[in-house]
């Protein structure tokens, strides 16, 4: 008999999914039981995906469902998918182990850890920020990647809500001679409790529903911005350390990256 320990009140109820495929998912996981209780739990929801723990015979694995009768969340699940999929041999992300392009969910690797943005301090910032730099890096590094020419002043403009931006004005200088030559398959999302920390202290990225072709350097961009807010009064702190880190992975210009 399946549970389901509901932990978060918002988004479809996870239970209905359960019911229609939960026998399928447990003979996924272990395929020469059939009378055994599966528990599962509510991780995280949204309007447009469900992750859930499932625990079956000691094997753990997180599916995430989408709710892909809506166009949107179709998306995102295709995204999701070719993400792990194109990373599966980087190490950096958690094993895609089966998925459903039908029924719209994808079982992956159970982390055994914590997520970054629950864990980070004052204490372990310089040493956290160079170890995340370092995983922005080898994600670039192992991430599709196409061919192009621009520069970061141009990009930027590309977003509205930069337009009256009083950084991106006085910097145009800088942004304009920033080229760029290539677009990589980014993470496009830089909250630090989508990096996970596993026991023996690895770094792995989850939910890669927004992932799409960016500049290289853009996940460093946006992962900056998530930090300087948590740690405002550590600025330099954390940007020389994230930095660091990246160009330790990549080769890329410290100093360029740094005034960016």
Known sequence: MNS????IETGPDPKDFVSLHGGSIAKKLVPDLTD?????????????????????????????????????ARACYLRERDALRVHAQSGLVPTLEFFSDEAGFLA?????????????????????CFAIGKWLGKFANAAPSKQVSGNWEQYLHNYAELNNSLSVSSSSDFLREFTYDKVVLSKNDGALSNLMIARDGKLFGVDF???????????????????????????????AELVNGF??????????????
């Open 108 to 128: 992956v690797e159970h982390i055994d850890g914590e997520n970054v943005r629950d864990v980070i301090d004052q204490q372990s910032l310089d040493y956290m």
């Open 247 to 260: 160009c330790k992975a990549t080769g890329a210009n410290s100093e360029k990256y740094r005034t960016f």
């Open 36 to 72: 055994n209780h599966m528990s599962v739990s509510v991780l995280a929801r949204s309007s447009l995906s469900t992750t859930l723990k499932f625990s079956y015979a000691g094997v753990v694995r997180v599916v995430k469902h989408f709710h892909v009768d809506d166009r949107k």
């Open 4 to 7: 389901v320990e509901e932990k």
């Open 209 to 239: 529903e927004n992932s799409q072709f960016k500049p290289f350097g853009w996940d460093l961009l946006l992962t900056a911005r998530a930090l300087v807010r948590l740690f405002p009064s550590e600025t330099s702190l954390c940007i």
